[in-house]
């Protein structure tokens, strides 16, 4: 099982990027990939995640509205569209393999098993 996350770089205040999480060694019909994120300093947090099926999705309060997540499943990737970002949003953006098909609590860290090596967002004027 591999995850490799990618598009992360500087961007301005308002600005966008969108990162992309290609993935191997599993399905993206039978897990959920969530996105986390961790900031200098402080935890790392839960902010997104997509399930199977309908396309479930999890959204954290501070990114409801501005991110949005989507998966291709032809190209076993999945994205993390990433719209009005603000200074606080600069992190390490990491993707990853839940255990789960489905989770209503897709934002807790040990419902994953396998890990991204991280995308560096950097929001800054």
């Known amino acids: 099982v591999q995850l490799q996350a990618s598009g992360g770089g500087l961007a301005q205040p308002g600005g966008s990027l969108r990162l992309s999480c290609e993935i191997s060694?599993?399905?993206?019909?039978?897990?959920?990939v969530g996105w986390f994120r961790q900031a200098p300093g402080k935890e790392r947090e839960g902010i997104s995640c997509?399930?199977?099926?309908?396309?479930?999705?999890f959204y954290a309060d501070s990114v409801k509205g501005r991110f949005t997540v989507s998966r291709n499943m032809a190209q076993s990737t999945v994205y993390l569209q990433m719209n009005s970002l603000k200074p606080e949003d600069t992190a390490v953006y990491y993707c990853?393999?839940?255990?789960?098909?489905?989770?209503?609590?897709?934002?807790?860290?040990?419902?994953?098993?396998?890990w991204g090596q991280g995308t560096l967002v950097t929001v800054s004027s």
């Open positions: 997509i399930s199977v099926g309908a396309g479930n999705t």
């Open positions: 990853a393999k839940s255990h789960f098909k489905y989770s209503s609590t897709c934002y807790q860290e040990y419902e994953y098993d396998s």
């Open positions: 060694g599993f399905t993206l019909d039978y897990y959920t």
